[in-house]
Nanobody, 121 residues
Framework: QVQLVESGGGLVQAGGSLRLSCAAS????????MGWYRQFPGKQRELVAA???????NYADSVKGRFTISRDNAKNTVYLQMNSLKPEDTAVYYCNANVRGTYFSAPVTYWGQGTQVTVSS
């Protein structure tokens, strides 16, 4: 089994910054893509940013130029640096990771528990 533990959420004023972290632990052979999603009240979860094991990145248009995703493969950790935050960024943020846990099974996607980010105006 694999656990993803997020940290770094909180309350910040508009224009401020936060850095989210998500560490994977457990039975891990390798991790393919890792990503951050967010969910607004009453809405479906949406992709914020994703990063492959090779470092290729993908961002939602709404965060391009403000958020940066990165990962430390040695630590099985993915980060989301969020700058120039806006009130409309307020949401619960979730990380996920596509993990190969054994050499004989297909990779499985795991999710973190979510962390609240609140941006005040």
């Amino acid at each position: 089994q694999v656990q993803l533990v997020e940290s770094g959420g909180g309350l910040v004023q508009a224009g401020g910054s936060l850095r989210l972290s998500c560490a994977a632990s457990g039975r891990i052979i390798s991790i393919n893509a890792m990503g951050w999603y967010r969910q607004f009240p009453g809405k479906q979860r949406e992709l914020v940013a994703a990063i492959t094991s090779g470092g290729s990145t993908n961002y939602a248009d709404s965060v391009k130029g403000r958020f940066t995703i990165s990962r430390d493969n040695a630590k099985n950790t993915v980060y989301l640096q969020m700058n120039s935050l806006k009130p409309e960024d307020t949401a619960v943020y979730y990380c996920n990771a596509n993990v190969r846990g054994t050499y004989f099974s297909a990779p499985v996607t795991y999710w973190g528990q979510g962390t609240q980010v609140t941006v005040s105006s």
